[in-house]
Every structure is written in structure tokens, then in C-alpha cells.
């Protein structure tokens, strides 16, 4: 019986280029539909073209960047319809996952650890990665890996979508409350009360950031 090899590590060079373009998309230093050109990025990472092409096309794989024969790669736009393709399968997943976490008494330390670094960020970018680390410690738990893994999947295009809201409507705090409720339910054991908590929370999101696309 053959069996399949087993995926090849990514190369340092690949994987430093790659957290370094993904940190400034969501951090907002690379706007959406900001083009992303090999060689001006291999001059400043101080790498070949190798890398960079390699890079780019890993985080077009995660939703990041959106790769044309004609254009090249450049930065994912974020509209209405983009965002809420993204949220429908949070909407899905997310709360159910949460709801497994807390009925298995899995550990929320790292839940509340999250939400302490977001309540003290110094910046957007750094309360905006303590958001998704929030978020994942409510669903990694849950014992499902596949579901945990899907969940992951969507993460950064979510990161995304967040990063371009608050750049028009920073709404940080009302979520920052909202995500406080979430744990206080889950840590209480209710189950069913912070996965809806969680369901209200994501599902109000979209039409705060996109009022004018509200359906």
C-alpha cells in the first residue's frame, strides 16, 4: 500500500516572508487592494523573488490575497458580500463549537488571558490580535479537531474583515463588553446561554460594519 507523503515543512525564508506581508494586511499597513509586487517585496525582506512567490500564494490559499494572471497578487478587498460569507460560516460553527468547550469543561484560561492583553493593547494591532486569540481559545477546545481546524480557516479573512471596519466605525469597546458577557456565561457552565451570547455577538457584527448593506 502506498501511502502519501507527508507535507513538506515551509522553508524560514518562506514562512518569515509570509508572517511579515499577513501581520501588515491585519494590521492595516497593507490596505486592501494594495498591490503586491515580488521583486519590491524580495528588496525589502532582503530575499529572492523564491520566497515572496511562495508567500504570497499561501496566504491566497488562507483568503489574504487574491492572485490574477493580469494584475498580479494584491491585498483581498473587503465589501458587504465578502464579510458576510465569512461570518455565515462563523455563524454556523463558532457558537456550536463554543457551546462543546464548555459542556466538556474544557480549560477558558487562555480565553481570559486573551481578553486581559485586548483591555490593555497599546494599538488597533494589537488588540485586534488578542481579539482572534480570544476567539480561538473559546473554540480549540471543543474536541473536535476537524471543527477546530475549519474555524482556523477562516480566522485571518475574518481578522480581515474586522481590521477594515474599525478603520471606518471602531466599535471595539461594545465587543470588547460583548466578548466579557461570552466568558462570564461559559465559565458560569451555561452552555446554551454563551453560544447564543457568542451567535448575537458575531451575527450583529457585519450589520454594525456594513449599515448601509444591512438586509
Known amino acids: 500500500m502506498a501511502f502519501a507523503a507527508a507535507p513538506s515543512p515551509i522553508p524560514s525564508r518562506t514562512q518569515y516572508v509570509l508572517e511579515a506581508v499577513k501581520h501588515a494586511i491585519l494590521t492595516g499597513q497593507l490596505p486592501p487592494g494594495k498591490p503586491l509586487v515580488e521583486t519590491e517585496l524580495a528588496a525589502q525582506f532582503g530575499v529572492s523573488k523564491t520566497p515572496v512567490r511562495e508567500a504570497l ?23 458587504a458580500a465578502m464579510a458576510r460569507e465569512v461570518y ?21 484560561d487562555a480565553a481570559g488571558r486573551a481578553l ?7 494599538d488597533r494591532a494589537e488588540r485586534s490580535l488578542a481579539n482572534r486569540e480570544f476567539h480561538r481559545a473559546l ?6 479537531p476537524l ?69
Open 57 to 79: 500564494k499561501t496566504l491566497a490559499g488562507t483568503g489574504l490575497v487574491v492572485m490574477s494572471q493580469y494584475k498580479g497578487a494584491t491585498v483581498r478587498t473587503v465589501d
Open 88 to 108: 455565515d460560516v462563523r455563524l454556523l460553527l463558532e457558537p456550536e463549537a463554543l457551546r462543546r468547550t464548555v459542556t466538556r469543561r474544557a480549560s477558558l
Open 116 to 122: 486581559a492583553t485586548a483591555d490593555t493593547a497599546a
Open 139 to 144: 473554540y480549540l477546545p471543543c474536541g473536535n
Open 147 to 215: 471543527l477546530a481546524r475549519m474555524l482556523d480557516e477562516v480566522r485571518d479573512q475574518a481578522a480581515l474583515v474586522s481590521t477594515v471596519a474599525w478603520s471606518t466605525r471602531p466599535s471595539w469597546r461594545q465587543e470588547a463588553d460583548e466578548h466579557r458577557r461570552i466568558l462570564v456565561l461559559a465559565e458560569a457552565g451555561d452552555a446554551e446561554g454563551a453560544a447564543r451570547a457568542l451567535h448575537d455577538h458575531i451575527a450583529s457584527f457585519v450589520e454594525r460594519a456594513f449599515p448601509e448593506d444591512a438586509r
